[in-house]
Every structure is written in C-alpha cells, then in structure tokens.
C-alpha cells in the first residue's frame, strides 16, 4: 500500500525546501538522503558492505579528531579536504581504501569537503538521513518506498558549490526506481 509522498531534489545543499526549514513538525515528517557519489556516500557504503559496523558523520577535521581520541582504538578517522588526505586520519574517500582487511568491526568517522557538509545542512529539514549514491540507489529508493515519513530530500552534495552531475544522476536514479516501482 503506497501513501502519498512528495520528494524534492536539492541540486546543492543551499536549494534545501525552504518550507521545511524550522518547521518541527515537518522535519519529523521528512526523511533526507545525501548524495555524494563522488566520493563520500560511495566509500561509506563500501565500508559498510565490507564488515564496518557504523559511520558517523563530522562537518569539522577537529570535531572528528576529538571524538576519535575520546574513544582510542574503536574508530577509523576516514576523508578527505579538497580531494587530499587529512593527515593522520587512517582512510581517505577512495572506496578501494575501504577493503575488509581495514574496516571490519570498525567504526568510521568521515569528515569531507562537500559530503559531511551536505549532512549537517540536511538536519535542519530531516529527522532521519540516508546516504545515497549510484552503488546502492536501489536500496536506497526501497527504504524511500517503505517509509512513513510524507517527505523525502534528494540532497545533491555538489563540488565545491556547483552542481555534480554524477549527484544528480544517482538522484534521478532513485526517483526512477520509485517511479517505476509504484503499482
């Protein structure tokens, strides 16, 4: 049984719905998915499909480096700042650093220029967020399907302020498996 449900797709986080901003009762009605296919959301669902157990998400180097240090040894400090390494943090966004031999029964702390940011703009509309990209777009628009939430956010993370193509084309993706998927 499907129920009514309206979805926007944000092309950058700033293009966020303005009526569900600092509307509580629509933000608990609204579900956020965030798109960072490159390369965010697409290393975290490798993570996860390989054995990590959770990912927690920081807009701030600082803020992921004191929540590491305050729990030593139970989290890998995984991103990247303008596509490079932070240093001394164990991973960064490539999908291929996040292999079962790194990750499995471990925590990750992602913190990226674009993806992260994308997140924490995303909780001022949602009371619930998702990362999306191509790689698991089909699960992604299952949960989507399933939901009781009236609202969805496709949130586009861009590069640097303009518009990834690759984000919307997985947003697109999504709004086409729910599309083609509805009785």
Same mark, same amino acid.
């Given at each position: 049984a499907w129920m009514r449900l309206s979805i926007w797709v944000a092309l950058l986080?700033? +293009?966020?719905?303005?009526?569900?901003? +600092?509307d509580d009762a629509e933000t608990q009605d609204t579900l956020a998915v965030v798109i960072d296919t490159l390369r965010f959301c697409t290393a975290a669902? !490798?993570?996860?499909?390989?054995?990590? !157990?959770?990912? %927690?998400?920081?807009?701030?180097?600082?803020?992921? &480096? @004191? %929540?590491?240090?305050?729990?030593?040894?139970?989290?890998l400090l995984c991103g990247e700042r303008e596509c490079k390494p932070i240093r001394g943090f164990d991973l960064g966004n490539s999908p291929l &650093?996040? !292999?079962? @031999?790194?990750v499995k029964g471990r925590e990750l702390i992602f913190t990226t220029t674009n993806g992260t940011r994308a997140v924490a703009?995303?909780? @001022?509309?949602?009371?619930?967020?998702?990362?999306?990209?191509?790689?698991?777009r089909a699960a992604v628009a299952k949960h989507v399907a399933s939901t009781h939430k009236s609202n969805v956010v496709l949130v586009c993370s861009g590069t640097n302020g303009?518009?990834?193509? &690759?984000?919307?084309?997985?947003?697109?993706?999504?709004? &086409?498996?729910?599309l083609l998927a509805q009785p």
């Open positions: 986080p700033q +293009d966020l719905p303005s009526h569900l901003l +600092d669902c !490798t993570g996860l499909s390989n054995g990590a !157990t959770a990912v %927690f998400v920081t807009s701030e180097v600082v803020q992921a &480096e @004191q %929540f590491a240090d305050s729990h030593p040894g139970r989290y &650093e996040y !292999t079962d @031999q790194h703009a995303s909780r @001022q509309v949602a009371s619930h967020i998702l990362l999306g990209a191509l790689i698991n303009a518009i990834a193509s &690759e984000d919307l084309l997985a947003a697109g993706a999504i709004v &086409e498996w729910l």
